[in-house]
């Protein structure tokens, strides 16, 4: 054997004596360049409860997929059972595809239904004690398995920081909760401040702080629920239980309350976690159907969208193809710059959550028009016209906006369309918008048939002298009103639009509506229209609204002038108006005492006249 060969042999037993050393199994921590062995991180046993959740599982489940920790040390329980959906389905599905992901996945099922007496959300003792039950049996098998921790999740729990996981094992607390907000201004979450003596929620002044962050911190609660983690590791972990009630507990039959005062006796506290955003759960409600529940979780996407990311959606579900409709209406054109990729982005996932089939159209940018431009189509603008409130003529911005909404009502007059939906790109849907908005047509093509244009979005400056119409619930005649958020509009409204010759006498196209229904408070710029007969309608309540507001974080306008310059504006306004009013009060103080001195010497002349011409 030569020296080479020896050499060889050698590097050969060095690698193999390396590789024995090394764990089996690395991950990467948070995009950290350091590895990490996942055998010596401790172990989790996550429970799931879900119960007629199929409109929410695949987002709940996607972000449970995202969570950073190694899933080889997680191994996952789910019961599930008296589910009216399809959620039995899903979670056998999702079961069959993560089982060689996870350490291991525990499924049980049953859609017996034990309660014919009772709609699916409708809650009652029996419910109450089978939940308790199952909580019981997920807390008993955690501990059979040995594992580190037992994380607690249901269904309505969306964790949205992917290292939630270890942030909580972070805390080194017995019992620790995400605090989880059920909406921007919502005031449910999933901990209690309070408890009274009859074990049941008391309001106290700590909640609101905690809530909205001005006391911040890994916070001592008495209750936490829905989302929780226990530290099985813990000297009286052993003494928790959510079934039976200890003896002593005068409280609600109920597993939340159950828990609370046993983690209470086993002086184990309970806290909840805010130092940062972690996750954000749907706020239970009193249901009244699946769709009820569906709807509900959809309006909750839709409003998520406004100031955060799309929710997330298992990659081990398939989905089912969507089924799409326009409600009758022959097109849904969205107006969007296409140098806003994150309005349109949003607007797309928008519309695509409400099934329409919708037209994307691009809007004319006012940064890439001139006067030459606009002096080729002809366009000439509205003798006199200023901004009511900035006093400032049109810019290329609302001259893009009106170019836009002009070439849809051609394209409905050149195709033929009856009526359409037409929205701009800055809206936010009210819930139950598709629903809402069924109702709307259904009155208007019954009750004014020959309806033109129906605004679903504006800003009504007049709102409490509006009428509604008669025989109808949901439209109003509208008065003098700014924005074109969204509005129905049919073929006849168009030609309307058309044959009043907007290019000649052009202003925002916000005050050109008013002008053609007739309700426009400026009557010189309204006399230039002879024909003002839009029969015109509005939604109400409306159906959309701004996502933003001016001064809001996250406002901007592609068609006003930036903020600054329109709180410039306001600041001369009304410094102006203040100097005004001072100049009018001198002029008055003034005028006041030359009438005064007027008045005396009319009053001496008079007495001039009156002597006796002796005293002359």
Not at 25 to 45: H, M, Q, R
Not at 73 to 81: E, G, K, V
Not at 398 to 408: A, P
Not at 587 to 593: N, R, Y
């Amino acid at each position: 054997m030569n020296s080479l060969s020896i050499h060889l042999i050698a590097l050969a037993v060095c690698i193999a004596l390396l590789v024995t050393a090394i764990p089996s199994v690395y991950t990467l921590d948070n995009g950290d360049s350091s590895l990490e062995a996942t055998e010596d991180l401790p172990s989790v046993f996550l429970a799931i409860l879900a119960r007629n959740s199929a409109h929410m599982l695949p987002n709940f489940l996607g972000y449970l997929e995202n969570l950073d920790y190694p899933k080889d040390r997680i191994s996952l329980w789910i019961r599930t059972d008296h589910n009216g959906d399809n959620t039995t389905a899903i979670l056998a599905e999702w079961a069959e595809n993560v089982k060689l992901v996870y350490k291991s996945v525990d499924l049980k099922s049953s859609d017996e239904w034990l309660y014919p007496n009772l709609d699916p959300f409708e809650e009652h003792d029996e419910r109450f004690v089978h939940v308790a039950q199952l909580r019981q049996e997920g807390l008993e098998a955690a501990r059979r398995s040995g594992a580190d921790y037992l994380f607690r999740l249901d269904c309505d729990n969306f964790l949205v920081n992917n290292r939630t996981l270890r942030i909580l094992m972070d805390q080194q607390r017995a019992i620790v909760a995400p605090m989880l907000k059920s909406g921007k201004d919502a005031a449910y979450s999933n901990f209690w401040c309070g408890i009274d003596s009859r074990g049941y929620y008391k309001r106290t002044p700590d909640y609101i702080p905690i809530l909205q962050g001005t006391q911040v911190g890994c916070i001592p609660v008495p209750v936490v629920h829905s989302a929780l983690l226990v530290d099985l590791r813990w000297a009286g972990s052993e003494r928790l239980q959510h079934w039976p009630a200890l003896d002593g507990f005068t409280g609600p039959m109920d597993e939340v309350t159950h828990l609370a005062y046993s983690a209470k006796m086993a002086d184990l506290p309970m806290h909840i976690l805010n130092t940062e955003v972690l996750g954000f759960m749907v706020k239970p409600e009193d249901y009244e159907s699946l769709d009820h529940a569906a709807q509900d979780f959809l309006n909750f996407k839709l409003e998520n969208l406004v100031d955060h990311p799309p929710i997330l959606y298992s990659q081990y579900i398939s989905r089912p193809p969507p089924v799409k409709n326009n409600l009758g209406l022959d097109a849904v054109f969205m107006i969007g710059l296409v140098r806003r990729p994150e309005r349109r982005n949003r607007m797309i996932l928008s519309l695509d959550e409400l099934n329409f089939n919708y037209t994307l159209f691009d809007a004319v940018d006012g940064r890439q028009l001139n006067q030459s431009y606009l002096d080729s189509l002809g366009i000439k603008y509205l003798p006199g016209w200023k901004d009511p409130w900035g006093e400032r003529p049109m810019t290329f911005g609302e001259v893009g906006c009106f170019l836009s909404h002009h070439m849809i009502w051609q394209q409905m007059m050149t195709e033929g369309l009856d009526q359409i939906l037409i929205l701009e790109d800055d809206v936010v849907f009210e819930p139950y918008f598709r629903h809402d908005l069924t109702r709307v047509l259904e009155e208007a093509n019954r009750i004014t048939p020959n309806w033109d244009l129906i605004y679903v979005g504006r800003k009504a400056l007049h709102w409490k002298d509006e009428q509604l119409v008669n025989g109808s619930k949901r439209l109003v005649w509208p008065r003098y009103s700014y924005w074109t958020l969204g509005y129905l509009l049919s073929q006849r409204g168009a030609r309307k639009l058309l044959e009043a010759e907007p290019f000649t006498k052009m202003l925002p196209v916000d005050e050109y509506l008013p002008i053609m229904f007739n309700v426009h408070p400026e009557l010189e710029w309204a006399a230039h229209f002879t024909s003002r007969n839009l029969e015109t309608y509005s939604a109400f309540p409306l159906l959309v609204h701004p996502t933003h507001y001016v001064g809001d974080d996250g406002w901007f306008s592609d068609t006003e002038p930036p903020i600054d310059v329109l709180n410039q504006i306001r600041e001369r306004k009304e410094a102006a108006e203040k100097a005004g009013k001072i100049a009018e009060k001198v002029e008055t103080s003034h005028q006041a005492k030359i009438r005064e001195q007027a008045t005396q010497r009319q009053i001496e002349a008079l007495k001039a006249k009156l002597k006796p011409k002796s005293e002359l």
